[in-house]
């Protein structure tokens, strides 16, 4: 059965300093990963999604990296700003491409 | 203007009672998901389905019903025989292409009285 873990899982930087947030699974056979940002109360807003051929996927200040061998993904925030404060969770889809099994999420405080 | 409305944003339940949460989506997506998320903890599989009038079972489906007759709805009916169902419920969609990304709405708060 996948695992996905995120740690840390609260981290709180001053404004202007780069975000380095890790996930990690256990099954490396994946069809796909997927970013997201949650502010709270909030349904979940998609950020990027790395497909299994691929290594990154970039948008904009967001740059995620996948290494499927080892399990891992990190999600970059270049230039980290107080509008970036927010949940932010990894989920892995599965091979048969049908299910997400999500992280934990990692609470992230800018501070200005 | 597309994309997924879940209704009510917040519901109210007595225990004992059903209650179905609402879930349309716009987008033309053949595939629809819900999710239970606890307080402070990532998201769980409840029931997904990947075209009308077929579902399957999530991690999680015991005291949970869903159906799906229309491609655009997928309502979660949380029976009295979900021991614990306070929690916030979401729902997303997926073009079940190869793509497969997920798109979330704005989630239902349950909480039982």
């Known amino acids: 059965k996948q695992e996905v873990t995120q740690i840390p899982a609260a981290l709180s930087v001053p404004e202007g300093e780069n975000l380095v947030l890790n996930c990690s699974f256990t099954?490396?056979?994946?069809?796909?990963l997927q970013w997201f940002r949650q502010d709270p109360g909030k349904g979940l807003t998609s950020l990027l999604l790395?497909?299994?051929?691929?290594r990154e996927q970039t948008s904009g200040r967001l740059n995620a990296s996948l290494d499927k061998s080892s399990g891992r993904s990190t999600l970059y925030i270049a230039a980290s700003q107080p509008g970036d404060s927010a949940t932010y969770l990894c989920?892995?889809?599965?091979?048969?491409?049908?299910?997400?099994?999500f992280g934990g999420g990692t609470r992230v405080l800018v501070k200005p | 203007d597309g994309g997924i409305t879940q209704s009510p944003k917040y519901l109210f339940r007595k225990e004992g009672q059903n209650v179905t949460l609402s879930c349309e989506q716009n987008?033309?997506?053949?595939?629809m998901y819900w999710y239970r998320q606890d307080p402070g903890q990532g998201l769980r599989l409840i029931y997904y389905?990947?075209?009308?009038?077929?579902?399957q079972k999530g991690d999680i489906a015991e005291g949970y019903s869903v159906s799906r007759e229309k491609k655009e709805s997928f309502p979660l009916t949380v029976t009295s025989a979900q021991k614990n169902p306070t929690a916030f419920y979401l729902c997303?969609?997926?073009?079940?292409?190869?793509?497969?990304?997920?798109?979330f709405g704005p989630g239902t708060r349950l909480t039982v009285l």
């Open positions: 989920a892995v889809m599965g091979a048969a491409g049908n299910k997400l099994t």
């Open positions: 099954d490396s056979a994946i069809y796909n």
């Open positions: 790395i497909q299994s051929s691929q």
């Open positions: 987008l033309n997506h053949d595939a």
């Open positions: 389905s990947q075209i009308v009038n077929d579902f």
């Open positions: 997303a969609s997926a073009t079940g292409s190869s793509y497969n990304e997920q798109f």
